[in-house]
Structure formats: C-alpha cells, structure tokens
C-alpha cells in the first residue's frame, strides 16, 4: 500500500509538469479530430434512428406529449440526441486511452526512467511493438463485450454509475501495465510482477476508472450540453486525456519500482559451495551485472567458478597430516627396505 500511495503523489506531481501538459495535446488534437469527423457524417443520421425507434414506443410518445403540454418540449427534444451522446462516450474514452497508452506512455515512461531509475537497463526483446499491440486489441474487445453483457444491469441503479468505471479501471490495468513494461522488462520478468501486483494494479485501475468517469458530469446539463457541444466535446477529451496521463505515471512510477527492485534482488550475492569432486571444491557465486565483464553485461547475473584444492586430510591421533592421505609423503616400511 505504500508503494502505491507513493506513486500515487509522484503521478499527481507529474501532472502538472509542463512536458505532460504539452503531450496531451497530441491524443486531444486526433481523438478530437476523429470524433469531430465521425460525428459530422453519422450525427444526423444517428439521431433520427434513435428517435423514430423511440417513436414506436406508446409510452415514449405518452412521456413527449405530456412534456410538450408542461412546455418542456426543448426536453423531450434533447433526449435522442443524448441517447447517441450516451452510446458514443464509451467509445470516445476507449479511443482517448489508447491514444494516450500508444503516444504518451512510452514518453513518460522514458521520463520517470530518466528521472528515477537511471540504470535501468531495457531489456525487452524483438516484437514486443506487435505484441502490445496484439495485446491492447484483444483487452479492448474483451472490455466492450463486458459492457455489451452489462447493459441490462444499467437500467438498475446505481449500477449505472458503477459498472461502467469498473470495466474502464479493469481496461486501464490490463493495458496501462504491460505498456508501462514493454520496453525495460523481459517477458519472464513482466509475467512475475504483473502476477504479484495483480490485486494492486487491478486497485488501481478502478480509481482511474472511476476518476475517468468524472468528465461525464459535462453531459449532464442536458440540453445546455448540446448547445455548448462543441465546448464540451473538447473539454470532455481534454480531461479524459488528463485521466489517462495520470493513470501512465501512476502504474510507470509503481511498477519501474517493482521491476528496479526485482532486478536488486535477482543480482544480490549468493554463495553456494558445492560438494567436492575429484580433489577440488567449486564453488558458485552470482556477481552483480555491474561488477562483471562487459561480455557478461545486459543479462541475468553471471556465474564465476571459484576453484581450490581440497586441503589434506588430518589425522586425529597424531594431530597432523594423515600419513595414509598422501602415500608419496609416507616413510618406507621395513618390509619395503
């Protein structure tokens, strides 16, 4: 738990450094254009579907004219519009966080690794690129077929305003992780942490996914969001990108220290002597990376036989060297003379 509120301030610190602020213009620039682009071709269309299915409901047309008759009929206007607002969003937090997992995690990665762990040493191998990206559209099907699933359960409250951050906090976690250890850690040593920080970094995903829920409250001024849908669409991105940078530094900073310090104790020395074999004693001894040769270097830590020989017996009666050990230093017998 400390580790994690230690990163916890050390992400919310980040935040607000000028670097962070200046990349999350890149996701906000083409999550906006790309939401911008697809809302000028499908918003029309989307809203008249939405609102001649609503027309086929008796008790919907029973709820617009009783609307209408109060003179709220702006209300019963607005309610298809944020029907496809409210089945567009899911969508726009998913593009947002991968935007951010792709552009900006690896840059702050690079940043607390600079900053906190300087010899941190890569090594990842070939096609983790491919990997990760295997990876992240695999948890983003998964995470949309969960949503499919939980639908019914929206129509329960308050579980609209849980299961929706729950699904985002398990996507975040399963994402956020493995970019953050894609390029420094090996596979062996990815699969270790990420299987003993499992209920940590699930923990984590949740907050971020509840927080991530926050710039929701933006669509909730009804009719006055879609007058100010422009300003709104802008400002929603720009925060889930902020959510998302925060989520990057959060698992970077918690899990680079896990890694940093796996790799202290998988270099720690551990002497090991070994069972006599022909007259010698070997003993195995792990030196650290940074004490070995260069040919030994961006591995796992390297063995050094240590040889001696075996010392001589003794004999306990006459308290020195065993005569029958060592036959050239016995003296002749008078059968031998």
């Known amino acids: 738990m400390k580790d994690v509120l230690d990163a916890f301030w050390r992400a919310a610190i980040g935040c607000l450094h000028p670097r962070v602020i200046l990349w999350s213009l890149l996701p906000l620039l083409l999550s906006g254009g790309i939401v911008g682009a697809i809302g000028w071709y499908f918003w029309t269309p989307a809203v008249e579907a939405v609102r001649q299915t609503l027309a086929q409901w008796s008790a919907v047309t029973w709820v617009m004219q ?9 209300v019963g206007e607005s309610i298809a519009p944020l029907i496809v607002v409210a089945a567009a969003l899911p969508l ?12 900006m995690t690896p840059v702050l990665v690079e940043m607390i690794v600079s900053r906190r762990f300087p010899s941190l040493d890569k090594r990842a191998g ?3 690129w491919w990997l990760g990206l295997l990876w992240t559209g695999v948890m983003t ?5 969960l949503l499919a699933l939980s639908l019914p359960l929206w129509w329960v409250p308050p579980l609209p305003l849980l299961v929706p951050p729950l699904v985002w906090g398990w996507l975040t976690a399963k994402v956020m992780a493995f970019d953050t ?43 006055l969001s879609l007058l100010l849908a422009p300003v709104v669409v802008v400002a929603s991105i720009w925060l889930y990108t902020l959510v ?5 530094l959060w698992f970077g900073h918690y899990l680079l220290a896990k890694l940093a310090a796996l790799r202290v104790v998988s270099s720690s020395v551990v002497a090991r002597p070994a069972a006599p074999r022909d007259g010698v004693v070997v003993d195995a001894v792990e030196v650290f990376p940074e004490r070995a040769e260069p040919r030994d270097r ?8 240590a040889v001696a020989p075996l010392a001589p017996a003794r004999d306990p009666a006459a308290g020195g060297p065993d ?13 031998d003379t």
């Open 244 to 248: 998302f940078a925060f989520a990057s």
């Open 92 to 103: 726009v937090v998913i593009l947002t966080m991968l935007l951010v997992a792709w552009l």
């Open 66 to 74: 009783w609307l209408e008759s109060l003179g709220a009929g702006i």
């Open 181 to 223: 250890l894609a390029t420094h850690a090996s596979r062996p040593e990815r699969r270790q942490i990420l299987q003993d920080a499992r209920w940590p970094l699930l923990g984590m995903g949740i907050v971020c996914g509840l927080l991530g829920s926050a710039p929701t409250v933006l669509w909730a001024l009804g009719a």
């Open 323 to 335: 005569r029958q050990s060592d036959p050239r230093s016995s003296p002749p017998t008078p059968k």
């Open 126 to 128: 070939l096609g983790t």
């Open 298 to 305: 961006g591995g796992a830590a390297s063995t050094a036989l």
């Open 141 to 145: 099907l998964a995470a949309l077929l």
